[in-house]
């Protein structure tokens, strides 16, 4: 275990590990999101309530899900960059922020799509409402401390710390509909509890956050690589791995 973590603090063996994961999960997630969109709009039925309004769950609910975890796993980056100094989860932090920053916004749109037919306005600051768009805003922090802090060092320290304060949203965000009156419905399936709704209605909605995750980490481990080659652009494996190319 301790010899694939200090493995993976290396940016060389993780940029070359990671060009064999890439085809794999793109095929994937393309895979997943074309089959889950299918299965959706298509197959599933119409909601008993909302009608088919509610099919924007297939997008809101994977974006929702990916907003959060893409901020957990940078403040968990972001510790690991601070305590034992690893290039890579630097790396991550930089290349996860604009992908969770797109995400949250696309969970701040679709809900706000399907505000307006379920709840009669497109927004109110309810608390899970106001919560993501916090987060959205903590995203923002972190790219504009990475964007305006020339040395690199002390702008991933910045963004690291101001990760690891925002993960105090996190919970406010999961718990906000329990611990406030709010308008927003509680989570629409967990991992302890049996979902409300019938099986062909959740399980294409499994198989779309599955693949948001797999269409997510592919375009993070993309970022994470050019990233990488432009940190060691003055390496050794770097130049010659760029002078293979243009060969």
Known sequence: MWTFFHKLGSPKWFYEISGKWLPWLAVLSAILL???SVWALAFAPADYQQGNSFRIIYIHVPAAFLAQSCFIMMAISGAI?????M???DV????AAPIGASFTFLALLTGAIWGKPTWGTWWIWDARLTSMLILLFLYFGVMALQSAI???TTAAKASAILALVGMVNIPIIKY???WWNTLHQPATFTLTEKPAMPAEMWVPLLVMVIGYYCFFTTVLFLRARNEILER???TNWVKKLVSKEAA
């Open 150 to 152: 020339e040395d690199a």
């Open 92 to 95: 991550f932090v930089k290349a």
């Open 176 to 178: 906000s509909v329990e």
């Open 34 to 36: 074309v089959a889950g």
């Open 81 to 85: 960059g601070l305590i034992w100094k």
């Open 232 to 234: 060691e652009r003055r």
């Open 87 to 89: 290039k890579i989860a």
